[in-house]
């Protein structure tokens, strides 16, 4: 098993910046894709960015352009760059790990809310 521990989240003006940070514990070895996922209020947890172990990204449309998605293999930490962030970005982000078994693990979350 997987233990993440999200930092980063807070409170942010439209078109502010905000970085978030997800450190992995555990069975680590294991780790083949981490990424950041996000649940807004009455809405269904949705993917955000992720990276696999050779670095290979993915964005949803929501976010391509703003936000940016790095590893550190040696620390074990996945970062979210998010820049230009709007309203809608409001959400609880949590990070994820797929495993090469096909586990997914979570972290706990942290908020991210951008005020108009």
């Known amino acids: 098993q997987v233990q993440l521990v999200e930092s980063g989240g807070g409170l942010v003006q439209t078109g502010g910046s905000l970085r978030l940070s997800c450190a992995a514990s555990g069975s680590t070895f294991s780790i083949a894709v981490m990424g950041w996922y996000r649940q807004a209020p009455g809405m269904q947890r949705e993917l955000v960015a992720n990276?696999?172990?050779?670095?290979?990204?993915y964005y949803s449309d929501s976010v391509k352009d703003r936000f940016t998605i790095s590893r550190d293999n040696a620390k074990n930490t996945v970062y979210l760059q998010m820049n230009s962030l709007k309203p809608e970005d409001t959400a609880v982000y949590y990070c994820n790990v797929a495993t090469i078994w096909g586990r997914l693990d979570w972290g706990q979350g942290t908020q991210v809310t951008v005020s108009s």
């Open positions: 990276i696999n172990n050779g670095g290979s990204t």
